[in-house]
């Protein structure tokens, strides 16, 4: 390939080659970063990539599919709670990633096939995916308690969230 015949093909596909170094930046990243910085500094980096990527699909599903979404939160929060289900059943992370990533897909697509199949309209796709989070988050706050396990996980939400039980 000549020079000129190389600039053509950089032309043409310039956005794909800086798609493909930046893919190679990240992964350098995701591999060196651990061996140069602390533990806490790492959770901070892996918290900030994982908000990282809610707020873009929450910009990718309004900004370019048009539909007003405020279940995003919800789906996040389904796979965070699978996936620490699935450590502390499986003690490793092997299996807990492919649950946390597949559980909320596939809520998503029941949620979705019902909802755009059934031909819902635009203002009520937004309150049906702020229904079903509010039905998550009570339904993760009414599983708190020793009596409620998945396999050995024990179930429990935060206790900023339960109501208080002192009577006044």
């Known amino acids: ?19 493909l170094s930046v893919c190679l930046l990240l992964i350098l990243v995701m591999f060196g970063l651990p061996l140069f910085v602390s533990t806490f500094d790492l959770l901070q980096v892996t ?3 994982v908000m990282s990527i809610f707020a873009l699909s929450q910009g990718f599903v309004w900004g370019f599919a048009g539909i007003m ?7 996040l929060g389904l796979g965070a709670y699978a996936y620490a289900v699935a450590v502390i059943n499986y003690g490793d992370s092997t299996l807990a990633v ?3 990533i ?8 029941v949620m979705g096939y019902f909802m755009f199949y059934g031909r819902i ?9 702020l229904t079903v ?16 396990r ?13 109501p208080s039980r002192r009577s006044i």
Request: no cysteine; proline share 3%; net charge negative.
């Open 102 to 109: 597949i559980l909320p897909m596939l809520f998503a697509a």
């Open 1 to 19: 390939m000549t020079s000129h015949a190389f600039g053509k093909f950089l032309d043409q596909y310039a956005g794909a080659g800086s798609f």
């Open 121 to 129: 309209s635009d203002a009520y796709v937004g309150v049906i995916t």
């Open 69 to 75: 979404s405020f279940g995003q939160a919800g789906f």
């Open 150 to 162: 998945i396999g050995v996980a024990e179930l429990g939400a935060s206790t900023e969230s339960q």
């Open 133 to 148: 989070s509010v039905i998550l988050f009570q339904l993760i706050n009414s599983t708190s308690g020793s009596q409620y």
């Open 98 to 100: 492919p649950i946390s």
């Open 47 to 49: 918290i900030l990539a």
